[in-house]
């Protein structure tokens, strides 16, 4: 059975470190394996603690009387060099559950009122890319209400907030940047009629 033996912090930044786990192989060699996480230190490690606490937070927000639009965000990623469409998200703060954060981060990102809605499973964490990163995020929705600003946003944030009817999420998933959990959730609002949150009280059932 594979294993992790020694690790090492390698930095030590406010949201994201990079630590070097010793990773024993099955046939007993044994290899250096670089990990990404929001730990601010080695103790909080998921590998470590054995729990799935969430790191952020994704907002799947239905918007208008109709319930017919999706709140999305166009942001600039340096990684990307570039703009890449996604749902509103961000990190729990110390003291916060997800749907704190969820009603702060789509205020703060967008300017719009967010009423979540009980999720049940489908809000419990997820692993987001586990061959880099321990991150974890809860899907937190809800409907959104109020107009679209900026001015809440920090000052390093490049983010223009998009009212998507179905139409023009075929258009983004066909020809833009997309972030893949996005990608996933873009395709369950398309596919869906009426209430697109409407499957989740058949969760609590």
Avoid: W
């Avoid at 044994?30 to 990990?35: D, H, L, N, Q």
């Avoid at 600039?76 to 961000?90: C, D, I, N, S, T």
């Avoid at 880099?132 to 937190?140: I, K, L, R």
């Avoid at 893949?180 to 009629?193: D, K, V």
């Amino acid at each position: 059975m594979s294993s992790i033996g020694k690790i090492q912090q390698n930095t030590h930044n406010p949201f994201l470190n990079l630590y070097t786990f010793e990773a024993l192989h099955r046939d007993g060699r044994a290899s250096s394996y670089y990990v990404a996480s929001r730990a601010k230190e080695t103790a909080q490690l998921k590998a470590v603690t054995g729990q799935n606490k969430p790191d952020g937070v994704i907002l799947y927000g239905v918007y208008g009387e109709e319930k017919d639009r999706v709140v999305l965000i166009r942001q600039y990623r340096f990684p990307l060099g570039g703009y890449v469409y996604e749902f509103p998200a961000g990190l729990v703060e110390e003291g916060e559950d997800m749907l704190e954060a969820g009603i702060r981060e789509m205020y703060e990102e967008t300017g719009l009122t967010f009423a979540p809605v009980e999720g049940g499973s489908y809000s419990r964490p997820f692993f987001t890319t586990i061959g880099m990163t321990d991150e974890s995020c809860g899907t937190v929705y809800g409907y959104c209400s109020g107009i679209p600003t900026s001015s809440h946003q920090e000052a390093s944030e490049e983010i223009h907030v998009i009212l998507a009817d179905r139409e023009e999420c075929r258009r983004i998933l066909k020809e833009e940047n997309v972030a893949i959990m996005c990608a996933y959730m873009l395709m369950h609002f398309i596919a869906s009629q009426g209430d697109p949150l409407s499957f989740l009280k058949e969760n609590r059932d």
